[in-house]
């Protein structure tokens, strides 16, 4: 029932009236089942979704997990995981994405994403610390982070896999996680590596090294340069604000940032240029809503993309082509998914694509 719920969902968010898809139930969306684009002509063009079994990949980076076989044996096998292992622990979560209905827009991929973002963007490449690698948002003081907050629901989301599946690794199942709800949320195709291994509390990293939403563009510089990103890079990857939202219980604002918070567009994009913006009249904290709606927000953080010049080619060019703006972000993502990562040399022409469910 869930692959089926995602084969027919979102067909008419791209092509829709905004307005009118803010005020619409979620579920009248939920007509057909190819993908559609925020801009006109992608989708007969678009080769971003060409699904790669790419060469050499049958058994990378996992490494092998020792197991009792039978629960009163003491006996040991040795499991070495290979793709197939790995499509099972994505189609798991897959099937899981809208089991709640009433959580957030119907649907976890975006506080999934938000986890795999935030469990990778701790990474310093000065001193080679924090990075997707040892999950250590499992313990205080990382998960108590302001910047965090509200991730919980995604690695209690996340716990009955990790028992379906021990073998897998916290850190190799919150990143497989992001790339199962980017390309489940119909974005691009993601290619994934796994070999991560888990860390203890001593390898937590310090607060203050995820972005903060208030500052402007020179904040957003120093802490995506630390992790090693330029200009286009940043701007690519701030495009996956197209999914989710913020809640007033976590981050304090307020409010999803497109019309189609569970599908990945270029939308961000294109409102945050199109749309007239006006401070929010509330006792929260400063952020933005659209003029015509007043149903959407963008950050201080976010029209710095559009008040620095730099930033703002990029801006330019991705909201006129979803395609070039899937392609820029797989590979930014992928980017962010594998910093401070020890993998293997050479394993880095050994990623895998997964097969999605719809």
Same mark, same amino acid.
């Given at each position: 029932?869930?692959?089926?719920?995602?084969?027919?969902?979102?067909?008419?968010?791209?092509?829709?009236?905004?307005?009118?898809?803010?005020?619409?139930?979620?579920?009248?969306?939920?007509?057909?089942?190819?993908?559609?684009?925020?801009?006109?002509?992608?989708?007969?063009?678009?080769?971003?979704?060409?699904?790669?079994?790419?060469?050499?990949?049958?058994?990378?980076?996992?490494?092998?997990?020792?197991?009792?076989?039978?629960?009163?044996?003491?006996?040991?096998?040795?499991?070495?995981?290979?793709?197939?292992?790995?499509?099972?622990?994505?189609?798991?979560?897959?099937?899981?994405?809208?089991?709640?209905?009433?959580?957030?827009?119907?649907?976890?991929?975006?506080?999934?994403?938000?986890?795999?973002?935030?469990?990778?963007?701790?990474?310093?490449?000065?001193?080679?610390?924090?990075?997707?690698?040892?999950?250590?948002?499992?313990?205080?003081?990382?998960?108590? #982070?302001?910047?965090?907050?509200?991730?919980?629901?995604?690695?209690?989301?996340?716990?009955?896999?990790?028992?379906?599946?021990?073998?897998?690794?916290?850190?190799?199942?919150?990143?497989?996680?992001?790339?199962?709800?980017?390309?489940?949320?119909?974005?691009?195709?993601?290619?994934?590596?796994?070999?991560?291994?888990?860390?203890?509390?001593?390898?937590?990293?310090?607060?203050?090294?995820?972005?903060?939403?208030?500052?402007?563009?020179? #904040?957003?510089?120093?802490?995506?340069?630390?992790?090693?990103?330029?200009?286009?890079?940043?701007?690519?990857?701030?495009?996956? #604000?197209?999914?989710?939202?913020? #809640?007033?219980?976590?981050?304090?604002?307020?409010?999803?940032?497109?019309?189609?918070?569970?599908?990945?567009?270029?939308?961000?994009?294109?409102?945050?240029?199109?749309?007239?913006?006006?401070?929010?009249?509330?006792?929260?904290?400063?952020?933005?809503?659209?003029?015509?709606?007043?149903?959407?927000?963008?950050?201080?953080?976010?029209?710095?993309?559009?008040?620095?010049?730099?930033?703002?080619?990029?801006?330019?060019?991705?909201?006129?082509?979803?395609?070039?703006?899937?392609?820029?972000?797989?590979?930014?993502?992928?980017?962010?998914?594998?910093?401070?990562?020890?993998?293997?040399?050479?394993?880095?022409?050994?990623?895998?694509?997964?097969?999605?469910?719809?």
């Amino acid at each position: 029932m869930a692959s089926a719920t995602r084969t027919l969902a979102r067909a008419a968010l791209r092509n829709a009236t905004r307005p009118a898809l803010a005020a619409a139930p979620r579920a009248a969306f939920r007509q057909a089942g190819r993908r559609f684009y925020s801009t006109e002509g992608e989708a007969a063009k678009s080769s971003s979704q060409t699904w790669v079994w790419l060469a050499g990949a049958a058994v990378i980076g996992g490494g092998a997990f020792w197991y009792n076989q039978n629960k009163g044996s003491a006996s040991a096998k040795t499991f070495t995981p290979k793709f197939d292992d790995y499509q099972a622990v994505y189609n798991e979560i897959a099937s899981r994405l809208e089991e709640n209905g009433d959580y957030d827009d119907g649907s976890y991929g975006p506080v999934l994403v938000r986890l795999a973002w935030h469990a990778s963007g701790t990474y310093d490449k000065e001193t080679g610390t924090g990075g997707s690698n040892g999950a250590t948002m499992r313990f205080s003081p990382e998960s108590d #982070h302001g910047a965090n907050a509200g991730l919980k629901a995604a690695r209690d989301f996340l716990e009955p896999v990790k028992q379906k599946f021990p073998w897998i690794t916290y850190s190799d199942l919150w990143i497989l996680a992001g790339v199962t709800a980017i390309q489940e949320m119909l974005g691009p195709a993601i290619p994934y590596r796994p070999g991560r291994t888990d860390r203890e509390v001593a390898f937590c990293t310090p607060d203050g090294r995820l972005p903060d939403a208030s500052q402007g563009q020179d #904040h957003v510089r120093n802490i995506f340069y630390r992790m090693g990103f330029n200009d286009q890079e940043i701007v690519a990857l701030i495009g996956a #604000h197209a999914l989710g939202r913020c #809640h007033t219980d976590r981050s304090g604002f307020s409010g999803p940032w497109t019309f189609s918070p569970t599908v990945m567009t270029n939308d961000f994009y294109q409102l945050l240029l199109n749309e007239k913006w006006q401070y929010k009249k509330w006792d929260g904290p400063k952020q933005y809503e659209d003029k015509k709606t007043k149903s959407l927000m963008m950050l201080p953080a976010d029209m710095a993309f559009i008040q620095d010049k730099k930033f703002k080619e990029w801006v330019e060019k991705y909201a006129k082509d979803n395609d070039v703006f899937f392609k820029d972000f797989s590979a930014v993502i992928v980017k962010l998914f594998e910093l401070g990562v020890p993998f293997a040399e050479g394993s880095e022409n050994q990623r895998w694509v997964f097969k999605t469910s719809a």
